[in-house]
């Protein structure tokens, strides 16, 4: 076991350390190991070691992962699977259909063969029965346990080990493998990193804590290569996608003094340049991330010329979630959607229709 970190207490201290910063979602928190479990109607909450001990009294696990699966499902499963093997126990990751050629080295050497018959089904990082993948439903059975770091988890297991204020799922799988067994190779410290590199965009995003960094140190210490990882993960692109924002930079209309920047993805864009979803993926922040820019939109055409999605990005003094309710959709303060049974042109013309009313005043011309 290469650089292995094997101090089982720091990470304890570390997640202690980090309670209360959000007390929005203390009652989330499943890091105080002395707490003893609580049961709602459905399912019992479990702390850290709690959950230790439940992997570590049973044996034969199948891992779910969620639709469109990213690094941190994938590597928590992963991770998971490879550290309750080390412990003699049989665990797989059931395939996900949806894995993308990006992260599919996270699951490649666990995926459940044909005929494997679970005794206990784990999802990670899932937080509703509705992101089950397509392969996996409830009727295959109620899941026994699901770790995750979503507060909103809709409780659908019948075991939950939770922590709300994680940036990602695998903070939680860190502080599950080392309480398990007090160390991780090198091997599960980078399906980890990936896991939280992932869901904190390379540590940028305002998720990220102080924990979220202090894990990260952690695994690197016991042998992740940040460097490689990083490179795969966010220093890398597809051609298609290379092409694909080539036409849309070179697309860019601009509204209202430069303060609304509209880029627009056509089929016949997508098809000259050979782009699939996955060289699409998080498109939408490109408009709102161009200087003096407060609302950003982009704007697709998906199955036809009548029919088309609406992305929209806002600095904080926009509201994203009122433009679009004011079309049918919704969202996030800062980022919303909605659709429209119309061409792009059209949709661009009742979104430049909407849009004044929320620009801050002087910029209303
Ligand atoms: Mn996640």
Partial sequence: MDSA???????????????????????????????ASSTT???????????AQWLNDRDNF???????????????????????GELGKKAYVLQNPEVTPRYEWLINDYCAPD?????????VDTASPELFPKNFTESDGQVSLSIDHHPSNSMYAE???????????????????????????AKAAGYLYAALST????FEFANT????????????????????????????????????????????????????????????MMKEVNATEDDVDDIASIPGAIDGVLVGITLREMTSTNDCKVSVRTSPTVNAHGICAKLGGGGHAMAAGCTFDTSVIEARDALLKVIPEFLPNERQK
């Fill in 5 to 35: 970190v094997t101090n089982s207490t720091t990470l304890s201290n570390v997640i202690t350390s980090n309670a209360g910063a959000n007390d929005s979602v203390t009652n989330n928190m499943m890091t105080d190991n002395t707490t």
């Fill in 41 to 51: 109607a459905a399912s019992t909450m479990m702390t850290i070691a709690e959950t």
């Fill in 62 to 84: 199948l891992i779910i992962t969620h639709r469109r699966p990213d690094g941190d499902a994938l590597g928590c499963a992963g991770a998971l699977a490879l550290g309750l």
């Fill in 115 to 123: 005929g494997f018959t679970p005794d206990y089904t784990i999802t």
């Fill in 159 to 185: 075991y939950i080990c939770l922590d709300g204020t994680c940036a990602s799922c695998g903070e939680v799988i860190y502080s599950l493998l080392m309480e398990l067994s007090g160390a991780l190779n």
């Fill in 199 to 202: 869901d904190t965009g390379c």
């Fill in 209 to 268: 804590t102080a924990n979220t960094l202090r894990v990260a140190a952690l695994l690197i210490d016991a042998g992740a290569s940040n460097q490689d990882i990083n490179r795969l993960l966010f220093r890398t692109k597809s051609l298609g996608r290379v092409k694909i924002e080539g036409l849309i930079y070179s697309g860019l209309e601009f509204y209202f003094d430069g303060t609304v920047a509209i880029s627009t993805i056509t089929l016949s």
